[in-house]
């Protein structure tokens, strides 16, 4: 399909965010009667699911200490539950299992989800966890875990069938989505405003707004903007952080056991929850030898083809080569020793898994904010950004709530992430979790 010289929406970025905001403005534009699908377009330099929402784990939870990470992340999960056969959502679960250090937020999380009405469970102390764990997995055996958030909803979706899965809905919707057409420039008038994106393929005039939805390559984006590279941060406490990158890089280490998925099966042979476990327990592998004996962490959960997660992601020094992607992905040589490890530690039916690890196609690059949270704002008067510091597969509600803007409205659940708050001190609690994503 050839490239339109113009279009009243256009949206860069066939991932989760792109694609869940044209279908999501499509149905808004036709229920509100002020237009329709044909009027949005999807740009995607490769093909949908190329970047990060197609090697994404796919867990989707609500583990997260900041109240507005939490309330957005209820609003998405409603999307998820919406429609799981098109999203291949599996409403699973998640369990998070913490070291002490981290009792205190998981608490203050608990007690969110209580308040706003997310279904878990917390258990507190190291036998009731134990028992707790032992009732769903009878060969549990990891020691001293003194806290486990279990949150009822959630659990984790396909990546790649799910952003398929939205590809066809922004279709049913008209939704023009083309591939390989590489956004180049952004044409910017002397007010800022956006008035084409030039391609590959050609010049796209924007007749009313532009999104970008670029994932991994938002600094690229951020530079075509000319916005500034690094800016000043102002704490709560009224300090300035001056000359901070705004863009960082990680390395998500993931990989994946080629077992039977049926083995990893709860006690009533249902669907496992996704599991993520955080211990200053030592770590051993199964010849007995140390492995580490501080704060480790891992997650897992059931896939198609064995057990696939993943543990803490890796800081990238400077700039990074992000295509093609994830090929780029440089996974620490012990990954793989340290995560079936964990495994092992976690469960004895996955003693002696590390013979079944598999180089899969697992793991890739993350951008990542100069405070590790979303930006989910205009950046130019009609450029509005989806940002999300690669929290964002499980994000797929931003794309509704992005809708509502572009038409007019406020959405209270994307404002705690404007980019002001850098400027203000508004951020963004921190926890004492060892991810970047927490
Ligand atoms: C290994 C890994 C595991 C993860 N696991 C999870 C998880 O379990 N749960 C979770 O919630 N999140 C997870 N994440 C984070 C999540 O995947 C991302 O936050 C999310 O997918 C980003 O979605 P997006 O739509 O913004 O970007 P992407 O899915 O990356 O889409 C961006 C698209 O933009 C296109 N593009 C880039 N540049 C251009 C250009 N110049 N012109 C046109 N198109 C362009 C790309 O081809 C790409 O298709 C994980 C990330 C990684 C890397």
Same mark, same amino acid.
């Given at each position: 399909m050839s490239a339109p010289t113009a279009s009243r929406y256009v949206v860069v970025g066939a991932g989760i965010h792109g694609l869940s905001t044209a279908y999501h403005l499509a149905k808004e534009l036709r229920t509100r009667g002020t237009g329709s699908g044909a009027d949005v377009v999807v740009l995607d330099k490769s093909s949908p699911g190329a970047g990060a929402s197609g090697i994404a784990c796919g867990v989707v939870r609500n583990n997260y200490f900041q109240p507005a990470m939490s309330e957005l992340m209820q609003a998405c999960v409603e999307v998820w539950e919406s429609d799981p056969a098109a999203y291949h959502y599996n409403p699973v679960g998640y369990i998070a299992l913490g070291a002490a250090v981290q009792e205190p937020d998981l608490t203050a999380t608990y007690d969110r989800q209580e308040q706003i009405g997310y279904r878990s469970e917390l258990i507190v102390g190291v036998p009731q966890v134990d028992a707790h764990m032992k009732s769903l997995f009878p060969d549990w055996r990891a020691q001293d875990v003194t806290i486990c958030l279990h949150e009822h909803q959630g659990g984790f979706a396909f990546n790649m069938d799910s952003v398929l899965g939205l590809a066809g809905k922004c279709e049913s919707e008209n939704v023009t989505i083309l591939s390989g057409v590489e956004v180049e420039e952004i044409e910017l008038g002397g007010d800022g405003v956006a008035t084409a994106v030039r391609t590959n393929r050609g010049r796209i005039e924007i007749g009313e707004q532009l999104v970008l939805a670029p994932g991994p390559w938002a600094k690229q984006f951020w530079g075509m903007l000319g916005l500034p590279q690094t800016i000043d941060i102002r704490t709560p406490t009224g300090d300035v952080a001056r000359d901070q990158p705004m863009w960082t890089y990680w390395n998500l280490q993931e990989g994946e056991i080629a077992v039977d998925p049926q083995a990893f099966a709860t006690a009533n042979g249902g669907p496992p929850p996704v599991i993520h476990l955080d211990t200053d327990a030592p770590l051993l592998g199964d010849d007995g030898k140390l492995i580490t004996d501080e704060l480790w962490g891992i997650y897992f959960k059931r896939d198609r083809h064995g057990v696939q997660g993943g543990a803490s992601p890796l800081v990238v020094d400077g700039d990074v080569a992000l295509d093609p992607y994830p090929q780029t992905t440089n996974v620490d040589s012990g990954f793989a020793d340290m995560w079936c490890a964990g495994l092992s530690h976690a469960m004895s039916r996955f003693e002696g898994c590390r013979a079944a690890y598999r180089d899969a196609r697992s793991g890739g690059i993350g951008a990542f904010t100069a405070d590790n949270f979303p930006v989910f704002d205009y950046v130019k008067p009609n450029v509005y950004a989806i940002l999300d510091s690669n929290h964002g597969y499980k994000m797929i509600g931003v794309g509704r709530e992005v809708a509502k803007v572009l038409v007019g409205e406020h959405s209270s659940l994307l404002?705690? $992430?404007? $980019?002001e708050r850098f400027a203000t001190g508004d951020l963004h609690p921190v926890s004492q979790s060892p991810y970047p994503w927490s």
């Open positions: 404002y705690p $992430f404007r $980019f």
